[in-house]
Structures are given as structure tokens and as C-alpha cells.
């Protein structure tokens, strides 16, 4: 399939720069995929869609503070962008100015951290080393920034609004966009209603920010990401498929997580590993019922699972539909909720 099929011209001004507050007080464009129809409402009107018994899964990876601010050894400016944890104080990153900076060239930060730069990877990244976990830990604390997509050209004023209310597990260089919606209000709201809500875990790496530079479908590979699927969760999660509630998922992260961790029967399986699952039109969804997502870039694998899961045609209408409304795109941008 041609990649240049998820292709859609949005007008710059719809790419949100900031977020809305309250947080749920976003649009929420709601797709039914039986009716083939599309409507709007807030986020906050999203309890609606839950029934008592049905299960929402949410993804707790938290984003850390990757970006660093650097300086090479004759004063010029750098900056070191982690996005994988390798072990033994090495990670591997992204590094400014690449044709500045070779193997072996060392990095200073303002708070005196050094880090080397080791090894080239495949992806056009670098390996770096820092001199120990600690020193990792101090500058990820006392010189590092939250990294923003890079089509937010505004300073965040406060970097909470790129985590979720829930956020607890270290690891992504890239929030899990759909949940920043929720509220702990909303949330107590679900739940009060008779759903349970459980937490996965899927670390994200720059795959999340870059559109699909391939020709077609077929060429592209997803990045390696860290999936994680407790007992607990696996258990909650066949128990209300068994009992006929659904599934819902909050975030293409968590169809990702869950579709990687679903045994070809059905069942949802304690899960600790890496994945690379890229779910494209014809795919046959296992465990996932419903989910919650943002309007998501052209040429995005994103686009790309949505379009699985609601339908080529569904998706195009949908989109023609929120940019007529104007509803804002992208990681700041409004949800959609697809059942």
C-alpha cells in the first residue's frame, strides 16, 4: 500500500501550539463506525461511551527531561537528544551538530556532566556514555528539558501539560498524547460509573514525532519500544472480554501495547518485552474494541492505525470534518473517540 494514501493537507493554523484548559475541555470528535457517521462533542462528555464492567486502558510511561544543552570542547554549542536507555551509562541518542561531532568527541553540560560520544547506530543516531548512572540521573534533573514535537514552536510555560495526571513510569521521549485529556476528576467519573481502569506500560522513542519516509507501507519498520503488561492487567482485561464489556484503549500506544501482548486466541498475555507491531489497513484487531486518540500527523503510522481500525475511507471523512470544525491537531490538539 502507498504510504502517499495517508496523505491530507491540514492548514498550519490548526497544528496546536498550546494546550486548552482545563483539560478536557477540548473537542472530542466522535467517529461510529457502524453508522459510518462523525460527530462532535468535548472530551468531557466521554463518560457517555462507558458502560459499567468495560475496562480502560491507559498508558503510565512518563516523559523524561532527554533534551540537553551542551557544549563541545572548543565552546560551541550541542545538545545531546537520549531516546533509548542501552545499560551501563549509555544511551542512545541524537546529537547537534552531527557533522560537528565526531566518534569520540566529548560534551560538557552546565552542571560539569560529561558525556562521550561513542558509536554511530544505524538510524543516522549516535551511542553516548556518561561517566556513571549517577551522572545520568543529575543531568537529566539539573540540565535536561521536556522535548517537544518539533512542530510546537511555543514554549511550554509549564511542563506538566506534557505529562499525564497519572504519569509514574521514567522512559519516553514522547507523551502518550491522548491521555493528556484526562482529568483526575474525569477519571473518578469513569470509575464511579462501574469501569476499571488499568495501566500499561509502552515507552516511546522518535518514531512518535517522524512521518513514514517510505514509498509504501510494506518498507517501512517501526522502531523497537519497550512494552510492558502486568498479570493483573491481563487477567482484568480476559475477564471483561469473558463477561462481553469492552475493551477501550486510550492512545495508539496502548492498541500497540495490547495488540503485541494478545495471544492469537484472544487472550491478553503478561507481556515484558520490546516491540515493533505497525498495524495497517487489514489488520485484524484481537482485543481492542474502542479507543481514544488525537488527530495525528500525515504519512504518521498513527494515521496509519486509525485508518485500520475505522477504515480508509471513515478516517478521510472524518479528518475533511475536523478541519472544516477546526479542531486543533497534533499533540496539543483535540481527541477523537472511535467505536
Partial sequence: MLTKTFEYHLPEELIAQTPVEPRDSS?????????????????SDIAGFFNSGDVLVLNNTRVIAARL??????????????????GNAQWEALVKPGSKISIGSELSLSNGVIIKVTDNTPDSGRVVEFRSAEEVRSALSE????????????????????????ASEEGSVAAPTAALHFTAELLEAIRQKGVKIVFTTLHMGLGSFRPIKAETLEAHTMPVEFVQVSAEVANVVNQARKNGHNIIACGTDVVRTLESATSANGMLEPFCATTKLFITPGYRFKIVDRFITNLHL??????????????????????????????????????????
Avoid: C, W
Avoid at 481500525?309 to 478516517?315: D, K, Q, S, T, V
Fill in 27 to 43: 473537542k472530542l470528535m466522535v467517529i461510529d463506525k457502524s453508522q459510518k457517521s462523525v460527530n462532535e462533542l468535548r472530551f
Fill in 69 to 86: 544543552p551542551a557544549k563541545r570542547a572548543g565552546g560551541g554549542k550541542a545538545e545531546v537528544f537520549l531516546l533509548k536507555e542501552l
Fill in 143 to 166: 540540565v535536561g528539558q521536556v522535548p517537544l514535537p518539533p512542530y510546537i514552536k511555543e514554549a511550554l510555560k509549564d511542563p506538566s501539560r506534557y505529562q499525564t495526571v497519572y
Fill in 298 to 339: 500525515p504519512r504518521s503510522s498513527h494515521l496509519v492505525l486509525v485508518s485500520a481500525f475505522a477504515g480508509i475511507e471513515l478516517i478521510r471523512q472524518a479528518y475533511a470534518f475536523a478541519i472544516e470544525r477546526k479542531f486543533r491537531f497534533y499533540s496539543f490538539g483535540d481527541a477523537t473517540f472511535m467505536y
